[in-house]
């Protein structure tokens, strides 16, 4: 569709017909109505334009992920456009205006897996935005581009992580091939070749008790290294399911969805299962690794549920102590007995116990009174970006003194670069966790990994490479 109020550039640079046939879902128009003037760029190469795009993704391997710019000025635009085509992207739609772009969104055949947003617009600005996107569940990825001030990008940063939004960072203006090139790479979904699904398709009970049923139910494990050696200690299962429609499916789109519907205990003995067996392999390929498991307090309420894990740590042949259970209160427990006694007795039994998301709403001070725990892990809010923070470090250092006096094991979550990094090594934080070591990945991965990793000095600056 072709704009009936065209931005500046389009006057220089007008659009060309795509060719016939070539019309495809990714090239199809704008969904928008005809005063749109959103269109993915392949219909407005100029031929000298479009040579020249060639030559360059012949160089780099083009990348077929669609992306939505979205940004008032034109010329950020066009500039934002220059920079993507640079490193290889080319299934690009620009839109000047917010509700044309969610037009964009809504349409099957146009949703983008990725949007490039600016925060100040003027009919509708950049929380409104992402307020849209989490209405709508967006599962794609969203990275917010402004001038604006570090803290003012931070703190809708912040807002668009509790609407669950995937933000990989946050791009300052002037947008530079380089940002864009470590933002954009989203590795997590590759290593099996799945993609997640741009949309939350509702899944129902029925397709995850199948998905249990049939093995698509699999754990990713992403590392904790020691914050003074290097040394990789341990291995956080985080549960996938493997949908053969819908590609990979992160587990905040269904753990809930399984602690209605009476499978949470299902998914935690199958997670907690693959988690032992995996912890068998590499305990007899000579790695001294701890496993952690996160278990849902849903699952604390069944009285057999430490004969339960007893039962598959018996069967996996692994010591108990290896073996690390990672808590959040993820709603208010009515009757908080069961859990303690159980907890309790866990402890008992020399398992570990991890305070999962500390300092967040669900994990707090009363439970680190009434629960044994062994390890305080803090949640990623209080640690990605504390380096320039003193706010955040006074929090942070306030929670590791106090794990400290209670003798517990302190696990960082969020390390997302090398400045977080330092940061944190420069306390007496035990254990790091994040982006900036690993994303999660496959358990046949791990082996190879833990083989390559030679500690954080020989990685790259940039958070995703
Ligand atoms: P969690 O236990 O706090 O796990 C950490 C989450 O943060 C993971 O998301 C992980 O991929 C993500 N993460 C890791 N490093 C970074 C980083 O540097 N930056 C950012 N922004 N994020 C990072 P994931 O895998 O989507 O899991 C989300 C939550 O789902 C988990 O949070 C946990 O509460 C829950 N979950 C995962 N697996 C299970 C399970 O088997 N059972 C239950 N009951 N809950 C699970
Ligand atoms: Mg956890
Ligand atoms: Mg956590």
């Known amino acids: 569709m072709v704009s009936q109020n065209p931005g500046p550039w389009m006057v220089d640079n007008p659009p060309i017909q795509p060719e016939r046939g070539g019309e495809d879902a990714y090239n199809a128009p704008c969904a928008g109505e005809s005063e749109c003037n959103c269109y993915p760029l392949g219909m407005r190469h100029t031929s000298g334009d479009r040579e020249r795009v060639d030559l360059e993704t012949e160089r780099e391997a083009p990348v077929p992920m669609k992306i939505l710019l979205l940004d008032d000025e034109a010329f950020e635009l066009r500039l934002m456009e220059h920079q993507l085509r640079r490193v290889g992207f080319t299934e690009l739609t620009s839109c000047q205006d917010a509700s044309e772009a969610l037009a964009v969104i809504d349409d099957p055949r146009t949703t983008p897996d990725a949007i490039l947003c600016d925060l100040q617009m003027p009919q509708m600005d950049g929380v409104e935005?992402?307020?849209?996107?989490?209405?709508?569940?967006?599962?794609?990825?969203?990275?917010l581009v402004s001038g604006e001030d570090e803290r003012i990008l931070h703190s809708v940063e912040r807002l668009a992580?509790?609407?669950?939004?995937?933000?990989p960072g946050i791009i300052h203006k002037p947008v530079t091939k380089e940002a864009l090139q470590a933002l954009l790479d989203v590795p997590e979904a590759r290593p099996t070749g799945a993609t997640t699904s741009p949309f939350h398709r509702e899944h129902t009970a029925r397709q995850l008790q199948a998905a249990l049923a049939s093995g698509d139910i699999?754990?990713?494990?992403?590392?904790?290294?020691?914050?003074?050696?290097?040394?990789?200690?341990?291995?956080?299962?985080?549960?996938?399911?493997?949908?053969?429609?819908?590609?990979?499916?992160?587990?905040?789109?269904?753990?809930?969805?399984?602690?209605?519907?009476?499978?949470?205990?299902?998914?935690?003995?199958?997670?907690?299962?693959?988690?032992?067996d995996d912890l068998a392999i590499w305990r007899r390929a000579?790695?001294?690794?701890?496993?952690?498991?996160?278990?849902?307090?849903?699952?604390?309420?069944?009285?057999?549920?430490?004969?339960?894990?007893?039962?598959?740590?018996?069967?996996?042949?692994?010591?108990?102590?290896?073996?690390?259970?990672?808590?959040?209160?993820?709603?208010?427990?009515?009757?908080?007995r069961g859990p303690l006694d159980i907890l309790n007795r866990l402890r008992l039994r020399r398992i570990g116990l991890s305070i999962d998301d500390f300092g967040t709403g669900h994990s707090s001070l009363v439970q680190l009174r009434d629960i044994p725990f062994t390890e305080l892990k803090m949640d990623q809010s209080f640690v990605h970006g504390a380096h320039h923070d003193p706010s955040l470090q006074a929090m942070l250092e306030a929670n590791l003194r106090m794990a400290r006096e209670l003798s517990m094991t302190t696990v960082a979550e969020g390390i997302e670069d090398i400045a977080d990094w330092d940061y944190l090594a420069s306390t007496d934080c035990d254990l790091a966790q994040g982006y900036f070591v690993a994303r999660p990945m496959p358990a046949g991965d791990v082996m190879d990994w833990i083989a390559g990793w030679t500690g954080p000095r020989s990685k790259p600056v940039s958070p995703s490479l």
Not at 129 to 143: E, S
Not at 297 to 324: C, G, H
Request: charge should be negative; hydrophobic fraction near 50%; charged fraction near 20%.
């Open 129 to 143: 935005f992402v307020r849209a996107l989490g209405d709508r569940h967006y599962a794609g990825v969203v990275v």
């Open 161 to 167: 992580k509790a609407y669950e939004l995937q933000i």
């Open 218 to 276: 699999v754990n990713f494990y992403q590392p904790q290294v020691d914050l003074q050696s290097s040394r990789v200690v341990g291995m956080e299962a985080l549960v996938r399911w493997m949908d053969p429609e819908d590609g990979l499916i992160l587990p905040g789109q269904f753990i809930t969805l399984a602690e209605e519907h009476g499978l949470i205990d299902d998914l935690t003995r199958r997670v907690l299962a693959l988690a032992l």
């Open 286 to 336: 000579g790695l001294d690794l701890t496993v952690s498991v996160n278990v849902s307090m849903a699952s604390l309420s069944a009285l057999n549920f430490v004969d339960l894990v007893s039962a598959e740590i018996e069967r996996a042949q692994v010591p108990p102590a290896n073996l690390v259970l990672e808590v959040t209160e993820s709603r208010l427990m009515q009757d908080r």
